[in-house]
């Protein structure tokens, strides 16, 4: 069985730039997470999707950061215009709700 | 505020030493406690902790969940190099939703 599959793995991208990361969940698994890793810290969530629903983006920042999952399978999560602290691990994780948490190997983004 | 409190911040141990990592919680609507390894990037599930007083064991790892007093320990024996990396210690609350801890930095030296 395939894990969570994220790309790209790295993105170097210059500030004001826009990026976005794609993210294939485990199959069956209704639920999706994208989180947040600063060096250091552990990961936080940004928003988490059961199905297609945004069901808790709170600590999303929705003036420059969207996501969407359409048709409840895969997702992309977008930054417009990127800053120089947005560099960090952006991981995708899937549950099947709620259970059997599964994390992809992440994004490592550097802006510059 | 801090729902997810690790310590030690970071550990440096010599192989064959065992070792006791930390995780104190406050959460509402507790589901469960997992520990998860992260070497690289991507955290990999250890254990998921639901009842207290259970001992989870896998090989030279097991941990331990105390739901009166709000905290898990994370036990290692008989270090191996290949245990060096962060581990991260989250509560799953009833909605699904994760709070990670900070993480311990083992570091096992030969």
Redesign the interface.
Known sequence: EAGVVQSPRYKIIEKKQPVAFWCNPISGHNTLYWYLQNLGQGPELLIRYENEEAVDDSQLPKDRFSAERLKGVDSTLKIQPAELGDSAVYLCASSNRGYGYTFGSGTRLTVV | EDK?VQSPLSLVVHEGDTVTLNCSYEVTNF?SL?W?KQE??????LFMLTSSGIEKKSGRLSSILDKKELFSILNITATQTGDSAIY?C?L?ST????Y????TQLTVWP
């Open positions: 997810v589901r997992l998860y690289k990037k991507a955290p990999t599930f991260l989250a799953c909605l699904g939703r994760l990670f801890g900070r993480g």
